[in-house]
């Protein structure tokens, strides 16, 4: 499986992006696609998750700001990120696991088998 993020950037405070994610290859045994971000001198967090049915999680600090979503026809995921702050700068990494549905979906990016190359969001105060 191979996982191509784009739609990083620089914004001001307040403004809005869009992240997408496209995966490739053996894409069958994919059922989370994710999101996690890994501020600068930070360790790598989750920011939001979603199982194939469409089951969500995010991480505090988003809710109300970031939507994940997936178009499983595209084999893509979304992330749509509005209100940005510069707390929200940082490296973001689209995630893929397979296997079983978990409920909810992991937190943890160790139960993740596939990375993408990470894309940079940069929020100017």
């Known amino acids: 499986v191979q996982l191509q993020a784009s739609g990083g950037g620089l914004v001001q405070a307040g403004g809005s992006l869009r992240l997408s994610c496209a995966a490739s290859g053996s894409i069958f045994s994919i059922n989370d696609m994710g999101w996690y971000r890994q501020p600068p001198g930070e360790q790598r967090e989750l920011v939001a998750t979603?199982?194939?049915?469409?089951?969500?999680r995010y991480d505090a600090s988003v809710k109300g700001r970031f939507t994940i979503s997936r178009d499983n026809a595209k084999n893509t995921v979304y992330l749509q990120m509005k209100s940005l702050n510069p707390e929200d700068t940082a490296v973001y990494y689209c995630a893929a696991r397979s296997g079983g549905t978990i409920v909810p979906p992991p937190k943890s990016a160790a139960r993740y088998d596939y990375w993408g190359q990470g894309t940079l969001v940069t929020v100017s105060s």
């Open positions: 979603a199982t194939k049915r469409g089951l969500t």
